[in-house]
């Protein structure tokens, strides 16, 4: 039988937007799988694959699923992930609540520098993070603002500025050793392709962790038109 344990989230907003950050979704699974499975931070959550279907600037809960697979409910989550603790395998899931939009806002303060496109959808940073959450969110943007600033997206939007989704986040080990960095971030293309009016992106991120050991992980994002999106 699977066990299904049951937190309530208090997200955060940042810098203006009207949405949860999928990095904020992974941060509050990861803290609350470590607390409930009682894993210490040294200890690795392999994720295989972190999915985000779903924008909402609702809290809502999180769901962790232990000895099963999540059961299958179209529409009710914004984001689930699939990993492993250990030995532990762990499915879990944010499912946003319509009647508790989030209450809380902040600036995001990532410190992203050094910003230099090289091929048509990738390039290189440089990051300093304080938190996991911290961490997943300067990840993304670098990712983010590394493409915007290549002639992959100008090409395909000019000087329009594209509707940007996280689409998923593969092969991310969270670990203490990530919380802390400061360290560059080489992004590599994996490719694009169009489908459904948008520009689908298949990056590869490589980077030091606080230890010196090499961390990689995949991250896919859409692209799309302003005006067709409007």
């Known amino acids: 039988m699977t ?3 049951r937190f309530a989230t208090e997200f955060t907003v940042y810098d203006g ?9 992974i941060a509050a699974i990861d803290d609350f799988a470590r607390r409930v499975l009682r894993v ?3 200890q690795v959550f392999r994720i295989k694959r972190a999915k985000f279907t779903v924008k909402t600037g609702c809290d809502g809960e999180i769901l962790v699923y232990l000895g099963g697979a999540l059961p299958d409910a179209e529409g009710a989550y914004a984001a689930t992930v699939t ?9 879990a899931a944010f499912s946003p609540d319509s009647t508790q939009p989030v209450r809380r806002s902040a600036p995001s303060a990532n410190r ?3 910003i230099e496109p090289t091929e048509e959808f990738g390039g290189s940073c440089h990051i300093v ?3 996991l959450e911290s961490t997943l969110r300067s990840l993304v943007d670098a990712n983010k603002l590394v493409q915007l600033s290549g002639r992959g997206l100008q090409g395909h939007f000019g000087d329009r500025q594209p509707i940007t989704e996280l689409v998923y986040l593969e092969g991310v080990e969270l670990v203490a050793a990530m919380h802390e960095l400061d360290t560059d971030v080489e992004i590599s293309s994996r490719g694009g392709r169009v489908a459904d009016g948008r520009l689908y992106t298949l990056n590869s991120l490589a980077f030091a962790d606080s230890r010196g050991n090499a961390r990689r992980l995949r991250m896919a994002f859409s692209f799309e038109n302003p005006v067709s999106g409007a």
């Open 3 to 5: 066990d299904i344990l």
């Open 17 to 25: 937007r009207q949405h949860v950050l999928g990095a904020s979704m």
């Open 40 to 42: 210490s931070s040294d």
């Open 83 to 91: 990993g492993v603790f250990g030995e532990q395998p762990v499915a």
């Open 112 to 114: 992203i520098t050094a």
């Open 129 to 131: 993070t304080s938190g």
